[in-house]
C-alpha cells in the first residue's frame, strides 16, 4: 500500500484533510493544491518570495475547504504557481474563476462531515475504509499528473523539431548571408580601386589634352614661321643672284667687292614620349617651355633675318668708290644671307627665284587666326638653350641702330690702304652700297613707324569714344565681378579663377529693347605674380534667358593671352536676362584673370553708344 502512494514534489508534512462542508468550497480549495502541488510550489516558497502577499498559515486557511477565500488571494495564488506560461496561466485563471464563483453560493453540502464525530471504536473500524479512498485519490491525482507531464513531453518533442528545423534553415540564411557579403565587400573593394584608377586616367588625360593643345598652337606657329622661312628664302637667293651679278661685274673691273654674313637658323627639336605620369608630365612642360622659347628666339632671328634682306636690296645706283680688300676670287665665301642652308625646305614645285622672278610673298600660307599675337617684349635669344645644338648656339654679332645694320664680322677688311691695290684709286665698294641703302630704308621704316604710332593711338580714342555697348547691364546676382580700371573710357570687368574654381555671374538689361549679339571681348590671361611661368585654361557658356547661346574655350600660355568677340555669336530677341558661367578646367597652379571688355549688348543700326567705363562700372554693380 505505502508502495503504490505517488510521491510528493517537493518535501514537507502532508495535508489536512479537507474540512468544509460545502462541496463547491471543497472544490476550490482542491483545485489550489492540486495546482501548488503540480507546479512544484510550497506553502513556504509561495510565502517567502513574495508573491503570495499572505503569511504560510494565512494561506493553509484559505486552501483548507472551510470558506472560501477572497479573489485577490485566488489571483495571487495561480499568478505565483504558473509564472512562465502566459497561456496556462490564463486558462488556469479562467477555471479557478468558475469554480470561485461556484463556491459563492454553496448547495451541495457533503454527505458526511469529513471528520465526524464519532465514537473511538467506530472510528477506528472505518479507519482502513478511509485509508483506501485517501490512496484511491492519491493515485488518480499521480495519474492524472502523468499524463499532463506525457501531453508535455509531446509538445515540447514537437516544438523542439520545429525550433531544430528552424535554426537549420536560418543557418544556411546566415551562411549565404555571409557570403554575399563577403563578395559584395570584396566588388566594392574592386570598384573603389577602379574609382581610383579611374581618376588617376582623367586626371593624366587631362594633363595630356592641355599639353597636346599647347603643342598643336607651337605646331601652328612653327608653320607660320616655315612660311615666312620659306618667303625670306627666296628672297634670300634673290639677292644672292644680284649680288652675284654685282661680284661678277666687279671682278670684271677690280674695284669693289661684298662681303655678307650668314647667319644659321637651324635648330632641331628632340622628340619625347610619355605616358604621362607626374614625371612625364614635368618632362613635357620642360620640352614645350623649351619649344616656346626656341619660337620667341626664332620668330626674333627672322625678324632680324628679313630687316637684314631689306638691308641688302639691290639698286640701280653707282656705287661709290671703296677701299676693298685684295684677292677676292681666292678667298673662301664669307658667311652670308646667300649662302643659307635652309635653301633645302624650298618645295619642289615652286617656281626658281631669278632676277625676272623675284619673291612676293603671295605663296606664304595664310596665318592661323587662333595663334596669340606675337609679344613685343620678348627678351634676347639664350645661348645656352638645351634645344639649340652647341655648335648652331652662336649667331653673328649685328648692331642694329637708328635704320642702319653694321656687320662687325668685316670690319676688319675696312680701311685697307688703296696702294696694295696695285696703285689703283680706290672705289667705293657694295659694303658702303648697302650701308647707304639701309640708312635710306632705315630712315623710311621710321617714318613708317611714326605714321602707325599716330593711326594706333587714334583708333584706340576712337574706340575709347564710340566703342561702348548700345545696351549696358546692371549687375543682379552671382559672383560679383570686379571692376578693371583701364584708363578713359576703356574699363571692363573681370574674375580671378584659381584652378578649380566656377564663376556663375546674371546680368539684367538696363533698357529693354530688340538686340542681335553680345559686344566686347572675352580674354583670358594669367592671373598670378609670376606672369611668365603658367598657363591655363578657361571654358566659358554665355546664356540669354537660360538659353546657351556662346560657348568655347580661352586658353593662355606663359606670355600670351587668348581671347575672343563676341559679336559673332547671335542674339536675337529680347532678353531679360544675360549670364555667364566660366571655370577652370586645368591644373596649373597660377591664378587665371577672365575679361570682359565692353561688357553690354548690341543692337541693330549704329544705336545709342555708352561709355564703356560708365558701363563696365554698372555691370560690376
Known amino acids: 500500500m505505502d508502495q503504490d502512494r505517488p510521491r510528493r514534489a517537493r518535501p514537507g508534512r502532508p495535508r489536512g484533510e479537507l474540512r468544509g462542508e460545502w462541496v463547491e468550497v471543497r472544490e476550490l480549495a482542491q483545485f489550489l493544491r492540486n495546482l501548488m502541488e503540480g ?37 495571487q495564488f495561480v499568478r505565483a504557481c504558473v509564472r512562465s506560461d502566459q497561456a496556462a496561466r490564463d486558462h488556469m485563471l479562467g477555471r479557478a474563476k468558475r469554480l470561485w464563483d461556484q463556491a459563492g453560493a454553496p448547495a451541495r453540502r457533503v454527505a458526511e462531515p469529513a471528520d465526524p464525530a464519532v465514537p473511538a471504536p467506530r472510528r477506528d473500524e472505518r479507519e482502513p ?47 549565404a548571408l555571409r557570403g554575399r557579403l563577403e563578395a559584395e565587400t570584396t566588388a566594392r573593394q574592386a570598384a573603389e580601386r577602379e574609382l581610383q584608377q579611374l581618376r588617376d586616367v582623367r586626371e593624366r588625360l587631362a594633363a595630356a589634352e ?145 632676277p625676272d622672278n623675284p619673291p612676293t610673298g603671295t605663296d606664304i600660307p595664310p596665318a592661323r587666326t587662333d595663334i596669340p599675337p606675337a609679344r613685343t617684349d620678348i627678351p634676347p635669344a639664350r645661348t645656352d638653350n638645351p634645344l639649340v645644338p652647341a655648335e648652331r648656339s652662336e649667331t653673328p654679332t649685328h648692331t642694329e641702330g637708328a635704320g642702319e645694320l653694321v656687320d662687325t664680322a668685316v670690319s676688319e677688311d675696312e680701311g685697307v690702304d688703296a696702294e696694295d691695290l696695285d696703285e689703283d684709286p680706290p672705289k667705293p665698294g657694295l659694303l658702303h652700297t648697302l650701308r647707304e641703302t639701309a640708312v635710306t630704308v632705315g630712315t623710311v621704316i621710321g617714318g613708317l613707324v611714326v605714321l602707325a604710332i599716330v593711326a594706333v593711338v ?70 598670378g605674380a609670376d606672369r611668365t611661368s603658367c598657363w591655363g585654361k578657361v571654358q566659358y557658356t554665355l546664356y540669354a534667358d537660360g538659353r546657351s547661346i556662346d560657348t568655347g574655350t580661352l586658353h593662355y600660355t606663359r606670355r600670351d593671352s587668348h581671347y575672343r568677340f563676341l559679336s559673332s555669336a547671335d542674339l536675337p530677341g529680347t532678353p531679360r536676362t544675360v549670364r555667364v558661367i566660366a571655370r577652370r578646367i586645368d591644373s596649373a597652379p597660377c591664378a587665371t584673370r577672365l575679361t570682359w571688355e565692353g561688357v553690354g549688348l548690341e543692337t541693330e543700326g549704329p544705336g545709342p553708344r555708352n561709355g564703356s567705363s560708365d558701363t563696365a562700372r554698372k555691370a560690376a554693380g
Request: aromatic letters at 6%; hydrophobic letters at 35%.
Open 39 to 75: 507546479t512544484g510550489s510550497s506553502l513556504r516558497s509561495l510565502a517567502e518570495d513574495g508573491s503570495v502577499h499572505y503569511g504560510r498559515d494565512a494561506i493553509s486557511e484559505r486552501i483548507n475547504g472551510e470558506h472560501r477565500p477572497e479573489w485577490e488571494f485566488v489571483d
Open 129 to 175: 475504509h478511509l485509508a483506501l479512498q485517501r490512496a484511491s485519490g492519491y493515485l488518480d491525482r499521480a495519474y492524472a499528473l502523468a499524463d499532463r507531464q506525457q501531453h508535455t513531453i509531446g509538445a515540447l518533442q514537437f516544438l523542439l523539431g520545429s525550433l531544430t528545423t528552424a535554426t537549420q534553415h536560418l543557418v544556411a540564411e546566415r551562411d
Open 210 to 354: 592641355a599639353r597636346r593643345e599647347r603643342a598643336e598652337a607651337q605646331l601652328a606657329q612653327v608653320h607660320e614661321q616655315m612660311g615666312r622661312t620659306r618667303f625670306l628664302i627666296d628672297k634670300a637667293a634673290f639677292q644672292e643672284i644680284q649680288a652675284r651679278r654685282r661680284v661678277d661685274a666687279q671682278a670684271a673691273d677690280p674695284t669693289g667687292t661684298a662681303n655678307g654674313h650668314e647667319q644659321d637658323d637651324d635648330r632641331t627639336v628632340p622628340a619625347t614620349t610619355s605616358f604621362m605620369d607626374r614625371h612625364d608630365q614635368a618632362i613635357a612642360d620642360e620640352l614645350l617651355d623649351g619649344v616656346q622659347e626656341l619660337l620667341e628666339d626664332t620668330g626674333d632671328e627672322l625678324d632680324e633675318l628679313d630687316r637684314g634682306l631689306d638691308g641688302l636690296a639691290p639698286d640701280d645706283r653707282t656705287p661709290p668708290r671703296h677701299a676693298v680688300a685684295e684677292n677676292v676670287d681666292d678667298e673662301p665665301a664669307a658667311p652670308g644671307f646667300g649662302t643659307l642652308p635652309a635653301i633645302a625646305l624650298i618645295p619642289a614645285d615652286t617656281p626658281p627665284t631669278t
Open 458 to 527: 587714334i583708333l584706340v580714342v576712337c574706340i575709347a569714344i564710340w566703342g561702348g555697348p548700345d545696351v549696358e547691364l546692371a549687375y543682379a546676382e552671382g559672383d560679383h565681378p570686379d571692376l578693371v580700371d583701364n584708363g578713359g573710357n576703356l574699363d571692363a570687368v573681370a574674375w580671378t579663377l584659381v584652378p578649380g574654381k566656377e564663376i556663375d555671374t546674371t546680368w539684367k538689361p538696363r533698357t529693354p529693347g530688340t538686340v542681335t549679339a553680345f559686344s566686347g571681348t572675352l580674354e583670358a590671361r594669367n592671373g
